[in-house]
């Protein structure tokens, strides 16, 4: 088909130059002007002829075309089929409009910008392009109300479909074009915020069908000059700034569509065309409606000043002039396209020379917007290949420089290394010792306890000086501890030390891999997943159970446990003790060995104090069996004893040191009656029968001593048999939740490197890299024209 092309194009070419070289020479001299318009009406005919035989020869290369495609659709060539160039040049601008701003990457690749006056007929323009009455339509009224960038591309069958929906538009049904329109209508109101009246946001439709011009558009909502009543205020000053965003892309070819039907001088577009493109070296200026303009202008030469540019001070590749239909909305494309063919076969305009034959019908205009198109591709792709293989060498050199020893791990890789790295630290903690965790409840347990059994029950107890009312007491005392806090703060514990366990392992993980990048991830891991944790709080009344009746065994069975119970309450007396002993010392402030070495003196506070505790020791030694409280009159006693060596006191004072001093009183002499009882074991075997030696307090520690083992041990079971996998559990969740949800991996994985390996395997880099390696071949192929080689020039 194209070799025919060519052929009986030169044919033409050589009559035509041999015919004009012949009448030339007759009517040069005799009838000068009789010979133009003789030459134009003469040439007018064999063009029209060869328009005809072309149009002949398309068709048939287009169905021959179509039965291509279809075989290739049904598998009958047997290869793999690919991507088209335009639908993946299409893919990159979809995904370059959404990348990250900062690159400025979606304004340098080109793209078709159809701007124009309101109700100019742009729409009508692009849906011949497109060869499909796609838009909604409206009389008078604003109905593109957010940009529309359609793909054109060739395929067997004529349909259109949305990027980001799987749906098949049939444009060869009316039904299917009804619901492609009210689909687009619905999509551009959706976009429109409340209170706006059009929308920066842009609707990606891909149109595919035999014979059709491959490129990219982008259809504007018409300029305007006056908002008129239901329009948001700034809706004139929006549409200039999404025109202009647009436009500003130094490789955007400008479709500048006039409505021929109206006086020039109320465009507004052409003055914004000129201040975008003031050169008009990407401008394709189009008049529409000339029909109309033809009938309606009193002066058709007004019609060839526009086309030819001498009109408007707006400058631009090419002037075409196109008729869009009658106006009514139920034409269909082919009688739109017989009624254009008509009108300009008739037209005085073209027979009396005003347009040239290469100016008029929306084919032409179809052909030379897709072959500027391809021009500008060719130009801008290899610039931004230039660009992406500079960027990505200064990346490579970044990374290597400042992480050699480290492989480029984007964030979703490095989340699936810290995320096995996390489940490999829970499943150490399953791996814990029983022992160590018996040691670490038992020791946690009673650092909680403790204060409550020495200061609520053991030493209440132990001062009444009388075994069976020690007894008694520890026995109320510790049935009521048991039934209302005991079993609760037991839980605490085990929960608390599950937690710190959980986090040491997170922090003290010392695998071959372990990388510091991770540490923000693990902490919020480790935080929901505590969150999210809740104790089994079932075990509470089992619990409480068995330490009742720890509590209540008070059998003894043999000397190592009596030796060992004898040491843990000679390890919390000591302890107490130093803690009492401190308090006094910071009452009563340094003595003399501290106030010469160190250069320390007693406040005035302190001084009271420390006289006010010689006083009270004189007291303790005159009455070492001394009750807990002083006496009302021993209170006064103490207050005028140290009157008469001028220290003025008060009496609650006199009962705060009394409080300490007899507290450490008590510790000592308690201490002492504990080393006594180290060779008690014998007597309370028997009972302590006979004996004046009394041990009541050992068997109590003994008995608390045994809750506490028995304790640890039943929460270190429900640790290891339960709590440990429902909290590994949570971490998978946990885990699972972060991975889907991008945002919280930004945040949670950060820094430079993670940028610079994000920038290194960006898709973005990837797919433009992919598609810059074909530039050169789309100039020598021409692949805007030949169908068969773009299709296969790319996977997707």
């Known amino acids: 088909?194209?070799?025919?092309?060519?052929?009986?194009?030169?044919?033409?070419?050589?009559?035509?130059?041999?015919?004009?070289?012949?009448?030339?020479?007759?009517?040069?001299?005799?009838?000068?002007?009789?010979?133009?318009?003789?030459?134009?009406?003469?040439?007018?005919?064999?063009?029209?002829?060869?328009?005809?035989?072309?149009?002949?020869?398309?068709?048939?290369?287009?169905?021959?075309?179509?039965?291509?495609?279809?075989k290739d659709e049904k598998g009958i060539h047997q290869r793999k089929v690919k991507k088209s160039l335009i639908d993946m040049y299409s893919e990159v601008l979809d995904i370059l409009s959404d990348f990250d701003s900062n690159y400025?990457?979606?304004?340098?690749?080109?793209?078709?910008?159809?701007?124009?006056?309101?109700?100019?007929?742009?729409?009508?323009?692009?849906?011949?392009?497109?060869?499909?009455?796609?838009?909604?339509?409206?009389?008078?009224?604003?109905?593109?109300?957010?940009?529309?960038?359609?793909?054109?591309?060739?395929g067997p069958h004529h349909v259109a479909m949305f990027k980001d929906s799987s749906r098949e538009f049939d444009l060869g049904k009316e039904e299917d074009l009804a619901a492609l329109r009210h689909e687009i209508e619905l999509r551009m109101r959706k976009s429109v915020k409340e209170g706006q009246t059009v929308s920066p946001e842009t609707i990606s439709l891909n149109v595919k069908g035999p014979g059709i011009q491959r490129m990219v558009l982008v259809d504007l909502p018409g300029v305007i000059s006056t908002v008129?009543?239901?329009?948001?205020?700034d809706t004139k000053e929006t549409i200039f700034s999404i025109s202009k965003n647009?436009?500003?892309?130094?490789?955007?070819?400008?479709?500048?569509?006039?409505?021929?039907?109206?006086?020039?001088?109320?465009?507004?577009?052409?003055?914004?065309?000129?201040?975008?493109?003031?050169?008009?070296?990407?401008?394709?200026?189009?008049?529409?409606?000339?029909?109309?303009?033809?009938?309606?202008?009193?002066?058709?030469?007004?019609?060839?000043?526009?086309?030819?540019?001498?009109?408007?001070?707006?400058?631009?590749?090419?002037?075409?002039?196109?008729?869009?239909?009658?106006?009514?909305?139920?034409?269909?494309?082919?009688?739109?396209?017989?009624?254009?063919?008509?009108?300009?076969q008739n037209s005085r305009l073209l027979r009396d020379g005003m347009l040239k034959a290469h100016q008029v019908t929306t084919k032409n205009l179809s052909l030379a917007v897709s072959d500027c198109f391809w021009k500008m591709v060719r130009e801008s792709v290899e610039q931004q290949a230039d660009a992406f293989k500079a960027s990505?060498?200064?990346?490579?050199?970044?990374?290597?420089?400042?992480?050699?020893?480290?492989?480029?791990?984007?964030?979703?890789?490095?989340?699936?290394?810290?995320?096995?790295?996390?489940?490999?630290?829970?499943?150490?903690?399953?791996?814990?010792?029983?022992?160590?965790?018996?040691?670490?409840?038992?020791?946690?347990?009673?650092?909680?306890?403790s204060t409550h059994v020495i200061e609520n029950i053991y030493l209440p107890a132990a001062q009444t000086m009388n075994s069976g009312t020690f007894n008694t007491t520890v026995d109320i005392k510790l049935k009521q501890w048991t039934d209302k806090q005991l079993p609760h703060k037991a839980l605490e514990v085990a929960w608390e030390t599950l937690q710190e366990e959980f986090a040491r392992f997170m922090a003290e993980y010392k695998g071959k891999d372990q990388d510091d990048i991770f540490d923000k991830l693990k902490e919020a891991v480790k935080d929901e997943s505590i969150k999210r944790h809740k104790w089994n709080e079932r075990s509470m009344d089992s619990l409480r159970v068995i330490q009742h009746n720890a509590l209540e065994d008070r059998s003894i069975t043999d000397k190592p446990q009596w030796d060992a119970a004898i040491e843990f309450m000679e390890e919390t007396l000591h302890a107490r003790l130093k803690d009492t002993d401190c308090v006094?010392?910071?009452?009563?402030?340094?003595?003399?060995?501290?106030?010469?070495?160190?250069?320390?003196?007693?406040?005035?506070?302190?001084?009271?104090r420390n006289e006010t505790k010689n006083e009270l020791e004189r007291l303790l030694k005159l009455h070492e069996d001394h009750t807990a409280y002083l006496a009302?009159?021993?209170?006064?006693?103490?207050?005028?004893?140290?009157?008469?060596?001028?220290?003025?006191?008060?009496?609650?004072?006199?009962?705060?040191?009394?409080?300490?001093?007899?507290?450490?009183?008590?510790?000592?002499?308690?201490?002492?009656?504990?080393?006594?009882?180290?060779?008690?074991?014998?007597?309370?075997?028997r009972h302590f029968v006979d004996s004046e030696l009394e041990c009541n307090d050992v068997v109590l520690f003994w008995r608390i001593q045994r809750?506490?083992?028995?304790?640890?041990?039943?929460?270190?079971?429900?640790?290891?048999?339960?709590?440990?996998?429902?909290?590994?559990k949570n971490v998978k969740e946990v885990l699972e939740d972060f991975g889907e949800d991008t945002e919280k991996k930004a945040h949670l994985i950060t820094g430079r490197r993670v940028q610079l390996a994000e920038d290194l395997s960006d898709g973005v880099k990837e797919k433009s890299s992919r598609y810059t390696e074909c530039p050169c071949r789309v100039g020598l192929w021409g692949l805007q024209r030949d169908a068969t080689e773009s299709d296969t020039v790319l996977e997707g």
């Not at 072309?54 to 169905?63: H, M, V």
């Not at 060869?131 to 593109?144: C, D, L, N, V």
């Not at 984007?410 to 995320?419: G, H, I």
Request: with cysteine; aromatic share 8%; hydrophobic share 35%.
């Open 632 to 685: 009302n009159d021993e209170v006064t006693t103490v207050r005028k004893n140290l009157e008469g060596r001028g220290v003025e006191v008060d009496p609650v004072l006199i009962k705060d040191t009394w409080h300490q001093l007899y507290r450490r009183h008590f510790l000592q002499k308690a201490l002492q009656h504990c080393n006594l009882c180290r060779r008690g074991f014998y007597y309370y075997q």
């Open 707 to 728: 809750m506490l083992l028995i304790t640890a041990n039943t929460l270190r079971q429900q640790l290891t048999n339960t709590e440990v996998r429902r909290l590994e």
């Open 228 to 233: 008129t009543a239901g329009m948001a205020s």
């Open 1 to 70: 088909v194209r070799n025919t092309e060519t052929l009986f194009s030169l044919y033409i070419l050589k009559e035509s130059l041999t015919q004009y070289s012949s009448f030339n020479r007759i009517y040069h001299i005799e009838k000068g002007e009789i010979r133009c318009l003789n030459w134009s009406s003469f040439l007018r005919h064999p063009q029209m002829k060869y328009q005809r035989m072309l149009e002949r020869l398309e068709k048939e290369n287009k169905d021959l075309r179509k039965v291509v495609l279809q």
């Open 104 to 154: 400025n990457t979606q304004d340098h690749l080109p793209r078709v910008v159809v701007v124009g006056d309101q109700s100019a007929g742009k729409t009508s323009v692009l849906e011949m392009i497109a060869q499909a009455r796609i838009f909604p339509r409206g009389s008078g009224e604003m109905m593109t109300r957010s940009p529309v960038k359609v793909t054109l591309s060739e």
């Open 584 to 608: 006094i010392n910071d009452m009563v402030g340094p003595d003399w060995k501290q106030r010469w070495l160190s250069w320390k003196n007693r406040s005035p506070e302190q001084h009271i």
């Open 392 to 449: 990505r060498f200064n990346l490579e050199t970044e990374w290597k420089n400042n992480y050699p020893r480290l492989r480029e791990l984007d964030r979703n890789e490095l989340f699936e290394k810290a995320k096995n790295e996390i489940l490999d630290e829970v499943i150490s903690l399953s791996q814990v010792t029983p022992k160590h965790w018996e040691a670490i409840l038992l020791k946690k347990l009673w650092e909680r306890v």
């Open 246 to 344: 647009y436009m500003q892309n130094p490789n955007a070819i400008i479709l500048c569509i006039q409505d021929g039907s109206v006086d020039a001088e109320r465009s507004i577009v052409t003055d914004l065309v000129s201040q975008m493109d003031p050169q008009g070296k990407r401008t394709i200026f189009v008049l529409t409606k000339v029909d109309l303009a033809e009938k309606n202008l009193a002066s058709p030469n007004r019609i060839q000043q526009i086309v030819e540019g001498k009109l408007f001070p707006m400058k631009a590749l090419g002037y075409f002039a196109v008729v869009t239909g009658k106006g009514s909305a139920g034409e269909s494309i082919d009688s739109i396209k017989d009624y254009e063919e008509d009108f300009f």
